[in-house]
């Protein structure tokens, strides 16, 4: 198991910013892909970012392009979501997810180690 823990959420106004962070623990996260998926009330869980295990190529859901950018700090054991142009569209839990291989997974089925999720809400 490599434990996965969310911070960052809470209540923002339509336009506004968040950044979301994960902080991981084991030895193989810089080989580890990462996920940022997304989860609103009555909707199935979605994939919005992702990246390799070095972070050096990134895929983004067309919802949030231009808007969310995903990145990680490998020294550190971190994974970040900055969050940019939030509309209540936005409105959901948000979980970070990391997989056993380097690649980007596109699914929540690709992934081994789920977070526990953190509430973000964007008022209009």
């Known amino acids: 198991q490599v434990p996965l823990v969310e911070s960052g959420g809470g209540t923002v106004q339509a336009g506004g910013s968040l950044r979301l962070s994960c902080a991981a623990s084991?030895?193989?996260?810089?080989?580890?892909?990462r996920g940022w998926f997304r989860q609103a009330l009555g909707k199935e869980r979605e994939c919005v970012a992702a990246n390799t295990g070095s972070g050096d190529s990134a895929a983004y859901a067309d919802s949030v392009k231009g808007r969310f950018t995903m990145s990680r700090d490998n020294a550190k054991n971190m994974v970040y979501l900055q969050m940019n142009s939030l509309n209540p569209e936005d409105t959901a839990v948000y979980y970070c997810?990391?997989?056993?291989?380097?690649?980007?997974?596109?699914?929540?089925?690709?992934?081994?180690?789920w977070g526990q999720g953190t509430q973000v809400t964007v008022s209009s």
């Open positions: 997810a990391g997989r056993r291989s380097y690649g980007i997974g596109y699914g929540q089925y690709d992934y081994d180690w």
């Open positions: 084991g030895r193989a996260f810089h080989t580890s892909g």
